[in-house]
């Protein structure tokens, strides 16, 4: 007589489960709905639990549970958890409409991101603060899961979007991509908008049973499609000031133009020293000149002068506020959003030529080889003799004429030493390609262009460098790092993110080294010099980027892995930059002799300048993003050579050679076949013919649809037959 199987059949159907594996997916139930409690028919119906013999065996089985302290019982019979689960605070990832990721505080020391499916989410949206439970069980996913118990706080309660009107009612269709609910619009709150027009809508309520959001117009922008309106559009979806409180402004105009003499008898005056500004051609806020001449010893005095901007901006005004609020000055494809007004920014605080200004200055005593003999940290007087644009001091350093030239030559010079000293020392050497565009008058995309690097690009990179880090390390050095300050750091890259970036390097036929008495940043500049003009350089710069752990402001005294220093910081631009005023004042308040205050606040300063700095680079990328699809919609419909930058089960991403522009081939639309993805080798596999699309393939494609909406662009591959979408 052969073995009873575990697989038999109840009288019912279904499949039997032995008792121990009853209790484990009864257990597991009831953890993982912690808070509630259940009897034993609603478990059988949770569970669906179909076979007779098991469900006989789900009433007995909680008795023993709850004898044996596991579970908790009511005398209704009611059981429920006893386990404890996590509660943590966090930030919302909404990644897709069916589930978000909560990233945990790191206090809470959490392993991983915890999923939560849109039912458990409580109204919570993309960015929010929330508080939730972490069951103590991980789900089907093999991932942590949990549900939100609260909302701490509301990222945003304003949208950008497309309004659609209807005779008794009208949504607004959000830009945002991780908005996945339209926003309800009573007709009343229209504010006078037309339908399809862009529009500013703001939360009124979101009532718990109600499916989507209420919300009023607050701001028409225009006509969808119009330059304008989308930068008004972008500047609006991540918050950014479309101009200044009038206070604000007031209080800039009445500060005077002179420098009270009083002022300048108490700082270094350098106003008789050769003095200079390199910037680009369009630049208006100068923030920082060098200063260059030989001293009777032979050795040279190198003076980096940054612009005095506490001296005009005081705490507990109206001008600081509205500083440490902007945190930074945003770079759009066609406009600067400015930290400060254009009276301090452009004026006042600009270091422009001819004009004395108050200064903030590292002044150096170098030696031929570039090494820092001494060097003195205090406010000075200075005075601009000349103003260069970046590509007239590398005309006059090529040239080997014009003004200043045998400076310019010598900084030069002494800037390659210290790079070179800098890299040998282990600084990694990201060479990024930035895609600049030609607009015309009204904004719409001429061409576009590779800005180029040159020497005089790392001249002032290296001084300003050499300035940052000797700040640093003076304040660390005066108490061993105990004093409060802001630094600006650069954990060590994850060992995990490396090893798959190498792999994709490798799918690009580039081997990168990262074995055991293998240096990081030697093996990944190695492969840095390799890709240098090559078809890939961009999608490897990015991917490698992306690897590595995020530069942040904090007041911990840990280094920076990328630029190879015990201990940096930002001082070199306070016009455009919170940190570096909050670098400036700590730093006077150290060389008065004050002692060190409390560090709490300033880490909290420092956390909105780094939260500031994120948006200020989402809100730039989306701006190039706009173009680049606004440039393609434009461009002559042609086949166009790419290289393939992602692979993921919904698309190929694709950026295109000539244009550095990203587009997508979506696998929907591939028709030639049904592609299969292999996440572990980042490919498309076709389940008939066995074509392999994969990271880093050669490819031609065309373009078939931009959306300036969603900022994507649509391609194929150019062997397809031609696809009947059509650009707009």
């Not at 005077?256 to 003095?275: A, G, H, Q, Y």
């Not at 500083?323 to 270091?351: K, Q």
């Not at 004093?483 to 190498?502: C, K, S």
């Not at 419909?637 to 698309?651: P, Q």
């Amino acid at each position: 007589m052969g073995r009873k199987s575990n697989n038999q059949q109840g009288k019912k159907g279904g499949k039997v489960m032995d008792a121990s594996q009853l209790a484990r997916k009864v257990l597991n139930f009831l953890d993982n709905n912690y808070g509630k409690e259940f009897n034993a028919k609603q478990i059988i119906k949770k569970l669906e639990i179909r076979d007779s013999v098991t469900k006989g065996g789900v009433e007995p089985t909680l008795h023993k549970l709850a004898a044996a302290g596991s579970v908790s019982k009511t005398p209704r019979n009611y059981f429920s958890s006893v386990k404890e689960p996590e509660f943590v605070e966090g930030e919302v990832d909404f990644v897709n409409p069916r589930f978000a990721f909560i990233k945990p505080d790191p206090k809470h020391d959490l392993e991983e991101d915890v999923l939560v499916k849109e039912a458990d989410l409580k109204q919570a949206l993309d960015g929010d603060r929330v508080r939730i439970m972490v069951y103590p069980n991980k789900g089907k996913t093999g991932r942590l899961e949990g549900k939100v118990l609260e909302i701490v706080q509301r990222n945003r309660d304003e949208f950008v979007g497309r309004v659609e009107i209807s005779p008794r009612f009208a949504f607004v269709v959000p830009d945002f991509k991780k908005m996945h609910q339209d926003i309800f619009v009573h007709t009343g709150d229209l504010n006078g908008a037309q339908h399809n027009q862009k529009v500013v809508v703001k939360f009124t309520e979101w009532r718990e049973d109600d499916k989507n959001p209420t919300g009023k117009i607050t701001r028409v922008l225009g006509k969808a499609g119009e330059h304008e309106v989308e930068i008004h559009s972008i500047m609006a979806e991540f918050g950014l000031p479309f101009e200044y409180p009038k206070a604000v402004e007031e209080e800039a105009n009445a500060i005077p133009d002179e420098i009270p003499t009083s002022e300048i008898k108490n700082r270094r005056d350098m106003r008789d020293v050769p003095t200079f500004t390199i910037d680009p051609a369009d630049a208006k806020d100068f923030d920082d000149a060098i200063s260059y001449r030989k001293l009777d010893n032979g050795n040279l005095e190198i003076g980096v002068h940054i612009a005095d901007v506490t001296y005009y901006v005081q705490p507990k005004t109206g001008l600081e506020k509205e500083a440490y609020d902007r945190a930074t000055s945003v770079y759009l494809v066609d406009r600067t959003i400015p930290m400060l007004p254009e009276r301090l920014s452009n004026g006042l605080c600009s270091l422009r030529p001819n004009e004395d200004k108050l200064t903030f200055s590292c002044v150096f005593e170098l030696d031929e080889n570039a090494d820092v003999l001494n060097h003195w940290i205090g406010r000075t007087v200075t005075h601009s003799d000349r103003r260069f644009a970046y590509e007239e001091g590398q005309e006059n350093i090529d040239n080997q004429s014009g003004d200043f030239y045998k400076e310019l030559t010598h900084l030069n010079d002494l800037a390659k030493k210290l790079r070179k000293r800098r890299f040998d020392k282990g600084a990694v050497n990201f060479e990024t390609v930035e895609v600049k565009f030609k607009l015309d008058e009204k904004g719409k995309p001429l061409g576009l262009f590779v800005k180029e690097r040159k020497d005089i690009h790392k001249l002032i990179e290296e001084f300003m460098l050499l300035a940052n880090r000797t700040v640093a390390e003076f304040v660390y050095n005066k108490n061993k790092g105990n004093d409060t300050f802001v630094y600006r750091i650069h954990d060590n890259p994850d060992a995990e993110r490396l090893d798959t970036f190498a792999n994709f390097a490798k799918k690009f036929g580039h081997e990168v080294k990262l074995g055991e008495g293998t240096r990081i940043s030697a093996a990944l500049n190695k492969l840095m010099d390799e890709i240098v003009g090559k078809p890939e350089q961009n999608v490897l710069e990015q991917l490698a980027i992306r690897s590595m752990a995020k530069a942040k402001y904090t007041t911990e005294p840990k280094g920076h892995f990328g630029l190879a220093f015990k201990h940096y910081t930002h001082f070199t631009s306070p016009i455009r930059r919170y940190p570096d005023m909050m670098v400036h004042r700590l730093l006077q308040h150290y060389l008065d002799g004050g002692k060190s205050p409390n560090e709490d606040e300033w880490e909290d300063k420092c956390l909105h300048s780094s939260t500031r700095e994120k948006r200020a680079s989402d809100a730039e990328r989306a701006s190039i993003k706009y173009k680049q699809v606004e440039f393609m919609s434009l461009a002559e419909e042609k086949d166009y050579e790419g290289i393939v930058a992602g692979v993921t089960e919904w698309g190929v991403f694709v950026e295109i050679t000539e244009t550095k522009c990203e587009g997508m081939i979506r696998v929907q639309d591939m028709k030639d076949d049904y592609y299969d993805f292999d996440e572990k080798n980042m490919r498309l596999i076709g389940s008939k013919n066995k074509k392999m699309i994969t990271l880093g393939d050669k490819v031609v494609v065309r373009v078939v649809a931009t959306d300036i909406d969603r900022r994507t662009i649509d391609l194929e591959f150019a062997d397809n037959e031609p696809s009947q979408k059509k650009r707009r």
